[in-house]
């Protein structure tokens, strides 16, 4: 299974844009990347995912570079309800495995 | 809907002992999973099923077994509890659309203490 890094923890101020980074130099050309977060003391709750070409939806925007050995989460004005644990996910086509590392914890400062 | 639930929040148990998880899903999804959270972690997957009837292993499958007779449970359980099933667990659901669609619905978690 492909693996991905990301930094183990970010901080933003609230209402601010942050860009949360995920390396993932090994990726093949049918896996699809994933972003889940988790808050404290739930379950992961899905954020986004795309294949190649970027996607945006109500919660966050994904950047996929052109290689697309990289991508970033893009939370458009952090919340203090966004601070979380985000996982950056790689999921092989036709699998539902979904192989977790341990995440970038995200503070939000108000 | 309720969406995935699980029982019990929290339970203890003794070296030895056996104990089934609970999760139940009103989605009517056909893939169902469980993982292992240890504290400072990420998600290990332990058991999923494709449908009812069907099976298979994740990553940590030793010590836990899981069936699937209907689409809207999947018990774990596990067979003699040690220390280091000591954990967090997490049932997942998915609907069945096409594989480029993949979000999963997580429950709530069952906390776990071995002693």
């Known amino acids: 299974d492909a693996k991905t890094t990301q930094p183990n923890s970010m901080e933003s101020n609230e209402e601010e844009p942050v860009h949360l980074p995920c390396n993932h130099s090994?990726?093949?050309?049918?896996?699809?990347i994933h972003w889940y977060r988790q808050l404290p003391s739930q379950g992961p709750e899905y954020v986004i995912h795309g294949l190649t070409s970027n996607v945006n939806n109500r919660m966050a925007s994904l950047a996929i570079a052109e290689d697309r050995k990289s991508s970033t989460l893009i939370l458009h004005r952090a919340t203090l309800r966004d601070a979380a644990v985000y996982y950056c996910i790689l999921r092989a086509l036709n699998t539902d495995k979904l192989i977790f590392g341990t995440g970038t914890r995200l503070q939000v400062f108000p | 809907n309720a969406g995935v639930t699980q029982t019990p929040k929290f339970q203890v148990l003794k070296t030895g002992q056996s104990m089934t998880l609970q999760c139940a899903q009103d989605?009517?999804?056909?893939?169902m999973s469980w993982y292992r959270q240890d504290p400072g972690m990420g998600l290990r997957l332990i058991h999923y099923?494709?449908?009812?009837?069907?099976?298979d292993q994740g990553e940590v499958p030793n010590g836990y077994n899981v069936s699937r007779s209907t689409t809207e449970d999947f018990p774990l359980r596990l067979l003699s509890a040690a220390p280091s099933q000591t954990s967090v667990y997490f049932c997942?659901?998915?609907?069945?659309?096409?594989?480029?669609?993949?979000?999963?619905?997580f429950g709530p978690g069952t906390r776990l203490t071995v002693l």
């Open positions: 989605m009517n999804h056909e893939y």
């Open positions: 997942a659901s998915r609907p069945t659309l096409p594989s480029s669609y993949n979000e999963q619905f």
């Open positions: 099923s494709v449908g009812a009837g069907i099976t």
């Open positions: 090994t990726i093949s050309g049918t896996d699809y």
